[in-house]
C-alpha cells in the first residue's frame, strides 16, 4: 500500500485533506494507521484485517466521546473519519483475493463489535458507506451476456464533448493526477476519438468517482448523448478496471443513482468531483501532455 500521505493525496484535495488531516493529527491517529497500512502480513491474514476494522471502530467511538455536547461537529467528524477508514480499506482490497469475500466479512465483524459494545450499527453503516462498497464490487463480475449486450450499442453512438463549456485536456490531467486514470490520452479519445478496440482504465476501487462524474458533466451539458440515450451504458462500453476487466451491465447508473439518493454520506466523493467541475469550466485549453 502507499504511505499514509500518498493516500491521503489520491483522495483528497483542499478543504477536505486539511481537515482529515487536522482530524488525525488531533486524535493522534497518524501514526497508528501508517503503521497499520505498512505492514504486509495484515493484506495477507484475513484475522487480522478483521481485529484491525475493530480496533479502529473502537478507536473512533471512543474519541467521540468528547463531542457528546456538540452533535453536529460529532456528525462532520464521523463523516470524515468514516470516509477516510473506507478508502484505506478499498486499498487493502486492493492486494487481496476476492475483495468481495473480504467486504462481506469485515461487514459482519463490525456487526459483532457494535453488537458487543451496545453501538447502533445502522448509523456506522450511514457513516461508513460500507453498505455502496458492497453493491458496488458485488455487481463487478461481469456476465459475458452483459458485456454482449453492453457492445450492442449503435455504432454511431458516441458522448460528444462540449468544449465551449468544459476544458477536456483539463479534466484529464486532472483525473490522471488523482491516479483514477491510467492514460489520459486514452480518456481524452474516449469523447474525441472512440474506436472498437478503445480501453479506458480506471481505478477499481473508486468506480463511484465515475458514475457521478459523467452523471455531473451531462447534468452541466459539458457532455450530451448521440445515438445512446445512456452515457452510463456507453462509458460501459470502454470502460475496465486495472486488469481490463469490463463493468457490469447498468453497475454505473446504479452507483450514481446510490450516491443521489443519499448525498449527505457521499459528501467525499460529491466534492471531490465539484472541484474538478469547476475548474473545467473555462475556455482556456492547454495542450494534452503525453502519459
Not at 500518498?6 to 497518524?30: H, N, P, R, V
Not at 464533448?161 to 483525473?175: F, Q, R, S, T, V
Amino acid at each position: 500500500m502507499p504511505p499514509l500521505q500518498s493516500l491521503i493525496d489520491q483522495y483528497y484535495i483542499g478543504k477536505e485533506k486539511e481537515e482529515l488531516l487536522a482530524i488525525l493529527d488531533e486524535f493522534g491517529f497518524t501514526k497508528p494507521i501508517q503503521y497499520i497500512i505498512s505492514q504486509k502480513d495484515i493484506l495477507q491474514n484475513k484475522e487480522a484485517i478483521h481485529q484491525t476494522a475493530a480496533e479502529i471502530l473502537v478507536a473512533i467511538n471512543q474519541q467521540m466521546v468528547r463531542y457528546k455536547d456538540e452533535p453536529e461537529k460529532k456528525l462532520k467528524v464521523e463523516r470524515i473519519l468514516g470516509a477516510f477508514a473506507m478508502n484505506v480499506f478499498r486499498e487493502v482490497l486492493k492486494k487481496v483475493p476476492n475483495p468481495l469475500q473480504y467486504v462481506k466479512s469485515v461487514k459482519d465483524i463490525l456487526k459483532s463489535t457494535c453488537e458487543k459494545w451496545g453501538w447502533n450499527y445502522n448509523g456506522l453503516n450511514e457513516r461508513f458507506n460500507i453498505e455502496i462498497l458492497e453493491v458496488g464490487m458485488s455487481i463487478n463480475m461481469v456476465q459475458d451476456t452483459d458485456l454482449q449486450e453492453v457492445k450492442k450499442l449503435p455504432q454511431q453512438a458516441r458522448l460528444v464533448w462540449h468544449h465551449e463549456a468544459g476544458n477536456l485536456d483539463k479534466l484529464c490531467i486532472l483525473l490522471f493526477e488523482a491516479k483514477l486514470l491510467k492514460s489520459k490520452r486514452n480518456f481524452y479519445n474516449f469523447f474525441e476519438k472512440p474506436s472498437e478496440d478503445l480501453r479506458v482504465k480506471w481505478d477499481s476501487m473508486r468506480k463511484p468517482y465515475l458514475a457521478y462524474l459523467l452523471y455531473r458533466l451531462k447534468e452541466e451539458k459539458i457532455i450530451t448523448s448521440k445515438g445512446t440515450k445512456s452515457s452510463f451504458a456507453y462509458a460501459e462500453k470502454y470502460f475496465t478496471d486495472e486488469e481490463g476487466v469490463f463493468f457490469a451491465k447498468n453497475y454505473l447508473k446504479e452507483l450514481s443513482s446510490k450516491i443521489n439518493q443519499d448525498k449527505d454520506n457521499n459528501k467525499l466523493i460529491i466534492n471531490k468531483i465539484e472541484q474538478i467541475i469547476a475548474i473545467i469550466k473555462t475556455t482556456n485549453k492547454p495542450l494534452l501532455d503525453n502519459d
